[in-house]
Structures are given as C-alpha cells and as structure tokens.
C-alpha cells in the first residue's frame, strides 16, 4: 500500500506523484527530518515500519504524541540527520527528505549515510523549495541557494541515480515553480 506523503503545501503529494513506492508489509521507510506533514505516521498507517529522524527533542516528542494519537508506531531517532548510525546498513525502502534537508552544511556526508541505510535500486525523495523560485534581480540564481546542477553534482558523487524531477507550484498566479522534487535511486551495494 502506499503511503499518502505530503512534500509541500498546495502541491501533488505522494498519491498523484508515486515517488515513494509500496511501503506495505513492514517495509523500512525513513523520515530525514520531521516535516511539518509528520509522514512517518503516513508511512505505518501504510504498513510500514517507519523511523523517523531529527535533531530537534522537541519535533521527535511531537511525533510520539501524533504518533500514539494515531494509535501507530513510528521509531523516533533524536539525532543529527547525517547521523544514521542507529541505522542499519541497507536496511531501508525508502528515504524521504520533505522541505528538511535544504540548509545541511555537509550534504556530502548526509548523502552518504542515506546511501549507507538505503537497500540497492531504492529511493530517495527529496522535496525542497525550488532553487529559482528565490531569485531576484538581487539574488542572482545559486546565491540564496543550491542550484538544481548542484543538487545533481552532489547526489551523483554519493552514488545515487536521479531518475524522476518534479518542478510543482506553477499555476495562472504563479508562473515560477515553487517546489522542486527529485527521486534518487541507490547505485552500487
């Protein structure tokens, strides 16, 4: 069964997008990062066996709460999100980073902790606010954020495939994309 996650606010979530895959049958899923959708409760209402990671005490109780108010059971880890080492190695189904990940200072090391945790050929969602929706005749495009290029560049260095990009937002009031989506896949073991 799928799991319904929400990457951003007003956009296609997991149900139109199928990024994630079927996480049914106790299959590992991790939430990097808590996100305002809490979809680690998305993913053990689906049947898997989610985890859920964040450095912020005060998120990891909140999810306990919403998770117990759910009457579902969500693995919560206090930790740095580069941090997987309560993780084990190529444990995962599925990874997904919704509006979390944006401003890590090592994404070099986070990526490869994903990589690490993640089982060959899986997925990992990263949903961000997209790098061009900030720019502005002051903010030259890559100056407030990392660019889709350099997105790239990273997750190719860290051994992981991008075989899906989703540009989401743009509508008649919005002419720029407001969310970027990008489905990566683990290569090697």
Not at 54 to 83: K, N
Not at 109 to 120: A, T
Not at 145 to 172: C, H, M, Y
């Amino acid at each position: 069964m799928a799991a319904n996650i929400t990457y951003g606010a007003g956009i296609a979530d997991e149900t139109e997008l199928r990024l994630c895959g079927d996480v049914s049958g106790q299959k590992r899923a991790v939430e990097l990062g808590i996100s305002p959708w809490f979809n680690s409760i998305e993913f053990a209402k689906a049947g898997g066996r989610a985890i859920a990671v964040d450095p912020d005490p005060v998120r990891i109780a909140e999810m306990r709460q919403r998770a117990d108010a759910a009457e579902v059971t969500v693995q919560c880890l206090d930790a740095d999100l580069a941090d997987l080492g309560d993780i084990a190695s190529t444990s995962c189904d599925v990874v997904v980073a919704a509006q979390t990940i944006v401003a890590v200072d090592d994404l070099g090391r986070l990526l490869r902790q994903v990589h690490r945790v993640l089982k060959p050929s899986t997925p990992f969602v990263i949903a961000m606010p997209h790098p061009f929706a900030a720019v502005e005749p002051s903010k030259p495009y890559g100056t407030v954020a990392r660019t889709i290029g350099g997105w790239f560049t990273a997750l190719e260095r860290s051994n992981f495939r991008v075989d899906q990009v989703k540009e989401l937002g743009v509508g008649p009031t919005q002419p720029i994309p407001t969310t970027l989506v990008l489905r990566a896949r683990k290569e090697g073991s």
